[in-house]
C-alpha cells in the first residue's frame, strides 16, 4: 500500500517556480500543453516553468485570476476533469502550515497536473472496549461516487480547502460525512501526518503528480454512538475490530489505499503493528513519511 | 534539534557494498586510510568500497574475523575511540528488522566510520494523572559518562545489539537503567521509529555518520512508582509534567539531541504538539523520519 502510494519518479519533470521557490512541478506533456495553450500565463524553459513576463510583478490575485482563466479552458478543453470550484493554496513545497501567504490558488481539479502539494484531514474513528480492546469505524465510499466509488474509506476525510483552519475543517467534515456533533469532534486528537508522492493515472499522456500530506487525527467515540452519513457520499459505517480492519488492509484491495495509509499510522502508533511481527516494519514507517 | 541530528551531506561519500548491496558510506578521508592500511581487508575504488578480492567468497564469520582485526589495529592507531566489545549487525540499508542473516557483525565503536546504520531502543515512561493530564520521567545522564555526560534523556535508552530481540532488550534496559521490573516493561508498547543522519564532528578529518533508527517505545508507569538507576549511568530521574519537557525541548540544549526528537515525536503522537500551534509541524514531522 506506501508502493502503490508512492509511484512518482520526479525524473523528466521540472519545477515550477514563483518568487524564486519552488511551488510544484510539472511533467515534458503538460509543459508542451503550457507552451502551446498558456503562453499569456506561463514562461515554460527547459529546466523549470515560471509565471509570464506579464504577470511577473503581479499580485497573489492577478496571478490567481490569469491561471483561473487557462485553467477554465483548459477545462473546457477536456484536460482538467472533476471540477470542484474549490480554492487549492499553492505555496513553496515544504512549507508550514497553516500557509501564512500562498503564493497564488488554484482550483483543486488542477493542483495535479501541476504537482502542486494538497493537504487533507483524515481522522480515525474507534471505540475503546471495556477489556481494552480496539475496534475503528470504517466508512464504505458511494458506489456513485466519481473517485474510488465503493471502496473502505476512513471515518472522516476531506481535502484542506483555503481559509478555514484543520479543526474547523475537520468539525464540518465530521457532520458532513458522519453526524459527529461539534462536542465529539473537537476531542479529535492530532497525532501527526503521512506523506506520500502519487503519480496518477491518466487516459491522455499528461503528467498529474499529487505529493500530498494528510493530516491524522484519532477520535475516540463513545460505545453508543453511530456514525450516519448526511451528504451522500458515505454509504455506510461499520465497526470492525481492529484485527479485521488489519487484516483487510493487508490482504485486500477494499480500501482506497490512501486511506489505508492513514490505518496503518494508527496501527503503529497504538502499538498494533509491531517492529518484531512485521518485517517490512522499518520501511513501512519511513514509508509514511515518504 | 531535527536539524541538529541531520548533519550528514552525502556527497563525496561512497558507498561500501558488500556482496551487491549497500550496508554503509565511507568518507574520502576514510577512504584514503583503508587504501593506506586496510588493504588486506578492502578494495578501495573512486566510486565504492568492497571487500578485497581473498574475503570476496568468505562467510559473514570470515569476514567479521578479518574486518575486527583491521578494526582492533585502527583502534591501536587511535583512530577507534570508546571501544565497546559489543556486535553491531552490518546489513544492506533500508532492511527489515529484525535483520534475518547479517553481512557480517562490527565492533559498535567502529560503526559511525563506516556509516553503517544501527539501531536502538528508546523509551519514554509517562504517568497519567487523574485529571487525563501526563507527566514524563526524565533521566540526567551521569557527569562521568563518555558522551553527553550530565545531559537529559529518555528514561530507558541503549543500542541495539546482536542477539537480542528488541523486547528482550528493552526489558534489560529497563531493569539496568530504571529498575523497571519486568511485568512492567513487558507492557511497553512499540510505537514507531525516528530516523536521522547525524555526522558525528571528530578532531581529526575521518568523516563519521550515524544513519540510526531509533525504535520507541511508550510505557505508563504507575503513580507510585519512581525509577531508579542500577548500572550508574543515569544521575537521577524526575517527574515533569509534559509542558515542562516541551519546553525544555523547544528552549533549551539541556537534552542530548538525538533523544529530544523522541520526545518531539511522543509530544506529537499525544496530540501535545499541533499543527496550528507549530508552523514548523509538517517540516518537524517529516524530518523524524529523515
Redesign the interface.
Known amino acids: 500500500m506506501v508502493a502503490a502510494c508512492n509511484t512518482h519518479n520526479p525524473q523528466s519533470f521540472r519545477p515550477w517556480i514563483v518568487d524564486g521557490e519552488r511551488v510544484g512541478e510539472i511533467g515534458p506533456n503538460m509543459a508542451d500543453l503550457l507552451t502551446r495553450s498558456g503562453a499569456d500565463v506561463f514562461a515554460v524553459a527547459p529546466d523549470a516553468v515560471t509565471f509570464a513576463d506579464a504577470l511577473a510583478g503581479a499580485s497573489a490575485e492577478q496571478r490567481s485570476a490569469a491561471l483561473d482563466a487557462l485553467l477554465r479552458r483548459l477545462r473546457e478543453g477536456g484536460v482538467i476533469r472533476g471540477w470542484r470550484e474549490e480554492a487549492y493554496p499553492v505555496a513553496p513545497q515544504?512549507?508550514?502550515?497553516?500557509i501564512?501567504e500562498p503564493a497564488l490558488q488554484m482550483e483543486r481539479a488542477a493542483a495535479p497536473l501541476f504537482g502542486v502539494r494538497s493537504y487533507g484531514v483524515h481522522m480515525n474513528g474507534y471505540v475503546r472496549h471495556d477489556d481494552g480492546s480496539l475496534s475503528m469505524w470504517v466508512a464504505r465510499r458511494s458506489r456513485t461516487k466519481d473517485t474510488y466509488p465503493g471502496l473502505l474509506d476512513n471515518a472522516v476525510a476531506g481535502g484542506q480547502p483555503v481559509g478555514l483552519?484543520?479543526?474547523d475543517h475537520l468539525v464540518k467534515e465530521c457532520a458532513e460525512e458522519a453526524n459527529i456533533p461539534e462536542h465529539l469532534a473537537r476531542a479529535a486528537?492530532?497525532?501527526?501526518?503521512i506523506?506520500y508522492r502519487y503519480r496518477e493515472p491518466r487516459d491522455d499522456a499528461l503528467e498529474a503528480v499529487k505529493p500530498d500530506?494528510q493530516?491524522c487525527f484519532d477520535l475516540e467515540l463513545p460505545e453508543g454512538f453511530t456514525p450516519e452519513n448526511t451528504d451522500g457520499e458515505i454509504e455506510d459505517f461499520m465497526l470492525w475490530p481492529l484485527a479485521e480492519v488489519a487484516a483487510c488492509v493487508r490482504d485486500t484491495d477494499r480500501f482506497k489505499f490512501k486511506c489505508s495509509l492513514v490505518i496503518i499510522d494508527f496501527l503503529?502508533?497504538?502499538?498494533y503493528l509491531?517492529?518484531?511481527a512485521d518485517?517490512?516494519?522499518?520501511?513501512i514507517?519511513?514509508g509514511?513519511?515518504a
Open positions: 515544504g512549507q508550514s502550515w497553516p501564512p483552519s484543520l479543526a486528537v492530532p497525532v501527526g501526518l506523506t500530506v493530516f503503529i502508533r497504538h502499538g509491531t517492529p518484531e518485517p517490512d516494519y522499518v520501511r514507517c519511513r509514511l513519511r
